[in-house]
Nanobody, 124 residues
Framework: QVQLVESGGGPVPAGESLRLSCVAS????????AGWFRQGPENGREFLALIHGKGVSTLYGASTKGRFAISRDNTKDTIYLQMNDLDPEYRAIYYC?????????????????WGRGTQVSVSE
């Protein structure tokens, strides 16, 4: 059974940083592209970043504004999202789904496995 567990979210003041983690189990992890998405209370799932199965390439959405960095440690089956200089617009639930095919995609509909997410709240 495939399981993804996101962690590392929480309440932070504006300007601070967070490092989100996502541990995968029950899957041939390296064969899957991984992404990070966020979903606010009134929005759909928004693409933030993706990383190739082997970690050889990355792609970022415009809303990350150069403040985020995605990485993965395939020895630990873990994906990370380093988020710096946060502001209140980043308040959302953050997800790290996996998609078949190592390349990854911006389209959330093409991701097969999703975790429950981790909540990020940023205060003024």
């Amino acid at each position: 059974q495939v399981q993804l567990v996101e962690s590392g979210g929480g309440p932070v003041p504006a300007g601070e940083s967070l490092r989100l983690s996502c541990v995968a189990s029950g899957i041939a992890y390296i064969s899957y592209g991984a992404g990070w998405f966020r979903q606010g209370p009134e929005n759909g799932r928004e693409f933030l970043a993706l990383i190739h199965g082997k970690g050889v390439s990355t792609l970022y959405g415009a809303s990350t504004k150069g403040r985020f960095a995605i990485s993965r440690d395939n020895t630990k089956d873990t994906i990370y999202l380093q988020m710096n200089d946060l502001d209140p617009e980043y308040r959302a639930i953050y997800y790290c789904p996996l998609t078949p095919g190592a390349t990854g995609t911006r389209d959330p509909k093409l991701y097969r496995y999703w975790g429950r997410g981790t909540q990020v709240s940023v205060s003024e």
